[in-house]
């Protein structure tokens, strides 16, 4: 398979009330080029699910990665979202995939569901693309650090088992100039307090919002946009 390892993929905005509109893809660093070069065909895209109960959340996020495609001159014939509704079909539904798109969101619920549907096993047999958004790409990581961005995720594990398909520690959304996490939190620092820690004694990649890591079928990674080693409670540029 193809893999993208992203923060973010900007198929909509916020409106002045909070509500998601569609967008075409921004070519941000050459991403919808590199999608639309190892893209073959338009017949199914599927979107896993981050939450597999939000039902309402999980309808619209369908309809607006779906429409954001359409926008960009790439409509698919079937657009289908991997949830609790049809998990029992998710290797039939991902193995008829062109594009499989792994939500953001939380990270410990969807490696539970990611586990649960044999996602990875399913992916072992994958030839087509697969790109992952925020916690979507951290599981797809042989270990997900799971700082918490909310009071209510301070409860939860620090380290998640992931999939395993890449062996990098993955932090999303970090701007490596100023150390910081590019979504902050009221209540305490994101990265000094929790990702910087978390980083002795192992060595995590930051990535910015729109940059991205290319994983070819050889396995052969390039990055795409800025990139940072975090090691040590220390971060450096490293493309």
Do not use: H, Q, W, Y
């Given at each position: 398979m193809i893999t993208f390892l992203t923060s973010l993929l900007r198929t909509h905005y916020y409106d002045d009330n909070g509500r998601r509109v569609p967008v075409a893809l921004v070519d941000a660093n050459n991403i919808l080029t590199n999608i639309r070069k190892y893209l073959k065909r338009?017949?199914?895209?599927?979107?896993?699910?981050?939450?597999p109960d939000d039902i309402e959340d999980n309808d619209e996020k369908i309809s607006i990665v779906a429409e954001s495609f359409r926008l960009t001159g790439l409509g698919f014939k079937q657009n289908i979202m991997l949830d609790s509704r049809n998990e029992d079909k998710a290797t039939e539904i991902v193995s008829g995939a062109d594009i499989v798109i792994l939500s953001g969101g939380k990270c410990v619920g969807q490696c539970k569901f990611f586990e649960r549907i044999g996602l990875k096993d399913i992916l072992k047999q994958f030839d087509g693309i697969v790109i992952g958004?925020?916690?979507?790409?951290?599981?797809?990581?042989?270990?997900?650090?799971?700082?918490?961005?909310?009071?209510?995720?301070?409860?939860d594990p620090r380290w998640v088992t992931g999939m395993g398909f890449v062996d990098e520690l993955l932090i999303p959304h970090y701007d490596g100039q100023t150390d910081s996490y590019q979504f902050p939190c009221e209540d305490f620092d994101i990265a000094k307090d929790y990702i910087l820690p978390m980083s002795m004694g192992k060595k995590m990649i930051g990535l910015p919002n729109d940059s991205y890591?290319?994983?070819?079928?050889?396995?052969?990674?390039r990055f795409y946009g800025d990139a940072y080693e975090i090691a040590d409670g220390k971060s450096k540029k490293i493309h």
């Open positions: 338009t017949d199914r895209l599927v979107v896993v699910a981050n939450n958004i925020s916690a979507g790409s951290m599981g797809l990581c042989r270990a997900v650090p799971n700082f918490p961005e909310e009071i209510a995720d301070l409860a890591i290319l994983i070819d079928k050889d396995g052969a990674k």
